[in-house]
């Protein structure tokens, strides 16, 4: 189970006090109006929830005739006005809602509801010749049960136009019960989808920009305030990541069980970031004894409940872990009024930083809690004021540094007067921090090449050396291949022996196939997981056919030796020449060397097989 919402403290101490309600719960025999909803014949997205009613529930067992039947005896009310959100109830919500569809062209909507988090959501699609569906989501379910692989549950809708259609949706879970809910056409959600993963990129970017960034300066300078803030950074973006549904879309999509620990756990790594980053950057030590000992207990304290997390069950430790996020930010606020006070300037940036990202969280819990109108400044409000959080910050340990920088040189024009090669030797260190700067930048832009673990060129970097080389074989009239090779049942070797001897498995493979292919200059990446990709100049089919076997018995014809045991690793190789005279494009060339690949684990693996009956 998850906590609604895109981040950290403020946000899931609010929407995790088992005390809130939105709204009560309707009384029995409340009265509601069964009136058919009429999608428009010219519109594309519909939002649903205030055209729908509701049942609470309260012990969680009534089934789908029993609601039918509730609506019958119009026990059903209408929603409250101008909200979506529930508060924290017991038991499950039932909402149903008569659609008719306007819309001749249209025969298939996307149900989309807008809230990544709810545990368990049962649809049931009753239509008016007797049909009826029942389909399943939510985040107790394995994230493929979704009818679009996206972050939030949705579910295919056939309204045949002009038939009155019953949907009745039930959700149960231990978050905020909040139901916004909206139909899309295919077309309409998938602009949509475009839009918002557009956006999250650039807040992401954002992210990604300042890690690297402070990143390379806590690799030059040593500062270790610029290393507590890419740490900060990191566990940041892994409880946005968390609570915003992408975890659970990209990391862990068959594992209910880890996306309801990950909320408390990254929460606590956040705040042990906090609260390590406020010590070092004030310097607390030196300026505020009894402050620095008090973030040194609420380090230990989140580290002991980060690892208690794992045991305790979820109503105990998020709750707990949220409420307690209220005493970190409000004793880091503290830290730095007090640090003000004792004229240390970089505190007031510092200040103003949590400043942003309090008032942008206090605007997405107020929506939240229907308190402000659903606009895009309060909607993302947390998002602003979490880039502006983490933008202040940066700038306020350049800032500090510009600081210290000063008052170095302040140190060498009056030692200048005393001790000339002083000075001589300060810019000497200058200048090597300089080159080091160089060297970190440099050694960033290459890694930004290769794969971290196999040390093979990364996907992106593949696709960017490819084009010319595609360019040079149209040119010249000479052959150019493509290979996709994955591993086979790499998953098992996982699970068996552990994701330390895939590792070393995945890194023995990939060395296998760059020594075999050497020879013929091709250019080899990892393309994701176990699958890499090989391109192969002057190469046609045949000869890349026999280099494709080259490595198949390499690989199988000796064991991987990891963690001192053996393990046999076969693979699948996909064959593709691509037709230089056509004026197709990268992709379609990776895509007929992918269904050679698919033909090739298909017919039983471990085996070459070439795109010449695929294409």
Not at 368 to 376: E, N, R
Not at 474 to 497: A, E, V
Not at 573 to 598: C, K, M
Request: negative net charge.
């Amino acid at each position: 189970m998850r906590i609604g919402g895109f981040w950290p403290g403020v946000v899931l101490g609010l929407l995790l006090s088992p005390g809130l309600h939105a709204h009560p719960a309707p009384a029995a025999g409340h009265t509601t109006d069964t009136a058919p909803t009429r999608l428009p014949e010219d519109s594309s997205e519909f939002l649903l929830t205030p055209h729908v009613s509701y049942l609470h529930d309260g012990d969680g067992g009534m089934r789908l005739e029993d609601a039918v039947a509730a609506l019958e005896d119009a026990a059903f009310a209408p929603m409250p006005e101008g909200s979506n959100s529930f508060g924290f109830q017991d038991g499950a919500f039932w909402f149903h809602a008569r659609i008719v569809n306007q819309a001749p062209d249209e025969p298939q909507w996307l149900l989309v509801q807008q809230y990544p988090l709810s545990d368990s959501i049962d649809l049931h699609v009753l239509h008016p010749d007797g049909r009826s569906e029942h389909l399943r989501g939510g985040d107790h379910r394995p994230f493929s049960a979704r009818s679009v692989r996206y972050r939030h549950p949705n579910f295919w809708l056939d309204l045949p136009p002009g038939e009155p259609v019953d949907v009745f949706i039930r959700i149960q879970s231990e978050s905020s019960m909040q139901v916004p809910l909206r139909l899309y056409t295919p077309t309409a959600f998938a602009e949509m989808s475009r839009d918002i993963q557009f956006g999250i990129g650039l807040y992401y970017g954002i992210l990604l920009s300042l890690f690297f960034y402070n990143l390379v300066l806590w690799l030059t300078t040593r500062d270790s305030s610029y290393f507590w803030y890419v740490f900060h950074l990191t566990a940041f973006g892994l409880v946005l990541f968390t609570l915003n549904g992408l975890g659970f879309e990209y990391l862990w999509p068959d594992s209910p069980w880890l996306a309801d620990k990950s909320v408390p756990l990254s929460i606590c790594l956040a705040q042990v970031g906090v609260q390590q980053f406020a010590r070092r950057f004030l310097d607390l030590r030196n300026r505020w004894r009894t402050g620095d000992r008090i973030g040194l207990a609420l380090i230990v304290f989140f580290l002991l409940l980060g690892v208690a997390s794992a045991f305790l069950p979820y109503r105990i430790s998020t709750p707990f872990a949220s409420a307690s996020v209220f005493i970190s930010i409000g004793w880091v606020a503290v830290e730095a009024i007090v640090a003000i006070r004792r004229g240390y300037a970089p505190a007031r940036i510092f200040l103003l930083a949590w400043a942003a990202f309090l008032v942008g969280t206090a605007m997405f819990v107020s929506v939240a809690f229907a308190l402000l109108p659903k606009t895009f400044v309060t909607e993302y409000g947390v998002q602003i004021g979490s880039a502006l959080e983490m933008l202040l910050l940066s700038i306020a340990l350049g800032h500090r540094y510009a600081a210290l920088r000063n008052e170095n040189e302040h140190i060498v024009r009056n030692a200048k007067h005393q001790l000339e090669h002083q000075v001589e030797a300060r810019t000497r260190e200058l200048s090597d921090a300089l080159g080091q700067l160089g060297d970190a930048h440099a050694r960033l832009r290459e890694s930004s090449q290769r794969d971290a673990l196999t040390g093979l060129h990364t996907r992106r970097h593949f696709h960017e050396q490819l084009a010319p080389m595609l360019e040079e074989a149209r040119t010249s009239g000479r052959p150019l291949s493509l290979l996709m090779i994955d591993l086979d049942h790499f998953k098992q070797i996982n699970d068996r022996h552990g994701h330390l001897a895939g590792d070393a498995c995945l890194r023995w493979a990939a060395h296998a196939i760059g020594d075999t292919l050497r020879r013929h200059h091709a250019l080899v990446a990892r393309f994701g997981g176990e699958e890499f990709v090989a391109a192969l100049p002057d190469h046609d089919l045949d000869a890349a056919e026999a280099a494709a076997e080259n490595i198949r018995r390499q690989l199988d014809s000796a064991p991987c030796e990891a963690l001192n045991r053996k393990t046999v690793v076969t693979t699948s190789i996909g064959v593709h020449q691509i037709d230089t005279g056509l004026p197709g494009g990268i992709d379609a060339a990776l895509e007929l060397a992918d269904r050679a690949l698919y033909r090739a684990k298909s017919e039983g693996r471990n085996c070459v097989r070439t795109s010449a009956v695929t294409s």
